[in-house]
Every structure is written in structure tokens, then in C-alpha cells.
């Protein structure tokens, strides 16, 4: 069975480049991205390293942790934090966890249970789907889950972008039409009476029967 939104994101212990953790607790009552890497010393790969670092920040304003995974020992990891330094100018500063048994992402299904006890000899495209990102709530439930080609690096703006609209859409009973950003419009869910809406959001636009809009609600 593959993992699917709602679904308890699986717990596990593992070494990291922060020490040992035990995922569920490290998120504590926050969110989490977890975002997954078939090797380390890969060019997309390292850009998205850095590229995350940068970011770090933005994470930690919507309570917000991030972690990532690769399939290679932390002590490669260690390694590889200077390229990504050297590639992006970024210093990661969030915990790596080092898979080196395939254990996680055999966990997280990225890889089948076939796959072997090591990640020993493997190259990039033997792990070719250990390609990941899980949006994961503080109800420690999945939220998000996008899987990308080795060749096309993520776009971490858009996790932002979809996290804004978890979060919102978990307080307030709304949802957000395609392309949304922080500001834009949202759609009154079919939940929320014409009534209710008028109470909740005043004002909003019938556009359709079943589709009808309003200004964002505040925090």
C-alpha cells in the first residue's frame, strides 16, 4: 500500500548530522518537510541542499522544521555540506539523515523492500526514486507528498506556497483556486452555508453554483 495524504507519516530512529532522532519527536508539535536525495555529491541534488538553506528562515516563520534525507552515511554527509556551501553560498544548518541501511526509504516507500540492506555500491539512478518531499502536520499526518525526476530540481517556493495553504485552510473553512499566493482570493467550501458565509467572510462572489470566492481571511 503506498502512502497517501492522511495517512500517519511513519515514525523511525535514525543518525543524523545533529545526532540520533526519533522523527516523531523531533517534530515536535510543529510541521516538517521531509525532502529525500538518491546520493549525495549530485549536482540537482546539491543545489536543492543549498537552496533549502537559504530558505530555512521562511520555514521557521510558519512553524515550519526541515530535514533531509539521502542515501548514504552521515559521515558523507558531513563531506558534502562544504560543496553545497561552495555551490550556493548557503551553510546548511538543518539535520541530514544519513540511510546508509535503506531503512527509511524502504519506510517511506521510495524504495522497494527488495532493494537491499546497503546503500554500498548503489549509484544515483538505482535510487532514482528516492526523489521526495512530505508535508507532514503537527497532527503527524501527511499533508503533501511530491515526487520529481533526478533531472528536474524542486521547486521549494511552491512547498512554501502549499504549506500557506494548509495552514490556512486548516483553520478557516476555505480553499484555494489554482495558482493561489498569500493575498489572493479563496473559495468558500461547500460546507459553509450562504448564510454562515455571510457571517464568517462577508461579502463574496457567486461565481458558480458550487464555486464561490472571497477575500483571504486574516490569521
Known sequence: MSLRINDIAPDFTAETTQGTIKFHDWIGDGWAVLFSHPKNFTPVCTTELGTMAGLEGDFKKRNVK??????????SHDKWQAD????????????????KDLHVAKLYEMLPAGAGESSEGRTPADNATVRSVYVI?????IKLVLTYPMTTGRNFDEILRVIDSIQLTAKHQVATPANWKQGDDVIITAAVSNEDAIKRFGAYETVLPYLRKTKQPSA
Open 66 to 75: 526541515i530535514i533531509g534525507i539521502s542515501v548514504d552515511p552521515v559521515s
Open 84 to 99: 553545497i556551501k561552495t555551490a550556493t553560498g548557503h551553510t546548511v544548518n538543518y539535520p541530514l539523515i544519513g540511510d
Open 137 to 141: 502536520g503537527p497532527d503527524k499526518k
